[in-house]
């Protein structure tokens, strides 16, 4: 059966519909993203709920980012196979089935393996909302469309530590799962019923059971050694030299199979398209920095300056109030200038206020911590939008599942690599800043001899001392890694000239096979 699509169905859906579709898809694409991250900040609840340790806690967090990274590169072959509508509509549903399992689950193993299958149902929601929010939405609205999955996909890393914290803390750690289950089940129906118009014939093309077991195995050890490599004190580790080996293997030989297979899991060939090769380049060290941001600015909050997770959420938030503000405008000229110079624009910039906060202090208040922020958060629909359109624009449309999906596993990908590097990184400075400052404090003794006469004992001037060089040594960490992070901006910024102009509009029934 052909997998094409006929022009009746093609037709966008309009007034009341189009709203319903468009809101159900970006909250499925904002749902699946936030559970990267939502779990982050219950751990500690989790371990101490099922009475495992903290260490064992992470597993929540690496089952269902190992479940998810699996599945987002399948999509293109899952959406020929089955139909995008069907797949995106039955993984949402399961989705909120395995989420009410978590939710309920009394043993830590139960929790872990509900997980892996909630990342499995999660990771083609991604995707598969990007393409049919495209095939929904008339064509001279397509930039809107990019534009509202953009923003979800943005922010969503941002308000997932703050809601997971504020359920802990006021509920119970359970809801960080319950609350997808009447947004999975809900809207994995209507979705349906909307959209089962736009669904397409199958493509019966075999299964590529080697390129899958090679990719389980490759992303799984991977995963594996982000996760656990700090704990175990990465190469010194010999479990994690095994799964380093095990995951250049597994790469490598996933890359030669599936370059030469006939029907293959993952469709690689996309990469021949300049403007996908370089737009994805630009988005996975943009993304990569981005997220590293907002993985260090709650740590730093948290650690050193004294805020809550409530009150660090406050302050993170703003960025994407600004983001929301702005992405209709950028929405509009993405139609109508070069889209390179609103992605260069739109990184440079992010670039320019992460430089300006590596001058940051410890006696700063909160609007001098929220309003980068906010200026942080004009310049992300810049970069995100434009870039979205450049990929897709370059493949064709027949593989603009298989193009979608793989922007987003490298995506997710160097989500996670920032956040396993930005955190040693941040933790090995404050340490080696820590050693460099205790020998330029108080040179003379004075600053000893002055705590002493004011009744402190010679124990409570060394703690105080030492806490005082703490604080600062973790400050000037947080500063400099936001200065590496500008210059990986920059870095970014100048990839997407790279890439060719796009030649072509992106059509409403982008990504029908």
Known sequence: ??????????????????????????????VAVLNLTIANVAVPNIAGSLAAATSQGTWVITSYAVGEAITVPLTGWLAARFGSVRVFSTSLILFGVFSAICGLSNSLGLLVVARVFQGL??????????????????????????????????????????????????????????INVPIGLAF???????????????????????????????IAALQLILD?????????????????????????????????????????????????????????????????????????????MGYTATDAGLATAWLGVSGFLVAPIVAQAANK???RGLVFFGIILMGMVTFWRSFANTDMAFWDIALPLFMM?????????????IALAAVEEKEMDSAAGLMNFLRTLSGAFATSLVTTSWANKATYNHAELVGQMDPDGSVQALMLQDGMSQESVRGALDGLLSVQSIMLSTNQIMGILAIIF???????WLAPKPDRVIEPGAGGH
């Open 1 to 30: 059966m052909s997998g094409s699509l006929s022009k009746d169905t093609l037709v966008p859906l309009t007034g009341g519909k189009l709203v319903a579709a468009a809101l159900m898809l970006a909250l499925a694409n904002f």
């Open 121 to 178: 149902c999660g990771g083609p929601l991604m995707p598969l909302s990007q393409t049919l929010l495209l095939r929904i939405f008339p064509k001279e609205k397509t930039a809107a469309a990019i534009a509202l999955w953009s923003m979800t996909t943005m922010v969503a890393p941002v308000v997932g530590p703050i809601l997971g914290g504020y359920l802990c803390d006021n509920i119970s750690w359970h809801w960080v799962f319950l």
């Open 188 to 218: 994995g129906y209507y979705s349906w019923k909307l959209m089962n118009r736009y669904q397409e014939g199958p493509v019966l093309n075999p299964i590529d059971k080697v390129g899958l077991a090679l990719l389980i195995v490759w």
């Open 228 to 304: 656990e490599g700090k704990n175990l004190d990465w190469f010194a580790s010999t479990e994690i030299v095994v799964l380093a080996v095990i995951a250049v293997i597994g790469f490598v030989g996933f890359l030669i199979w599936e370059m030469h297979e006939r029907n293959p899991i993952v469709d690689l060939r996309v990469f021949r398209h300049k403007g996908f090769t370089f737009s994805v380049l630009t988005v996975t060290f943009a993304y990569a920095a981005f997220f590293a941001v907002n993985v260090l600015t709650p740590l730093w909050l948290q650690s050193i």
């Open 337 to 339: 200038v070069d889209q």
């Open 377 to 389: 958060g004009f310049a992300v629909p810049f970069f995100f939008i434009p870039t979205t359109t």
């Open 490 to 496: 920059v870095f970014a910024a100048a990839i997407i």
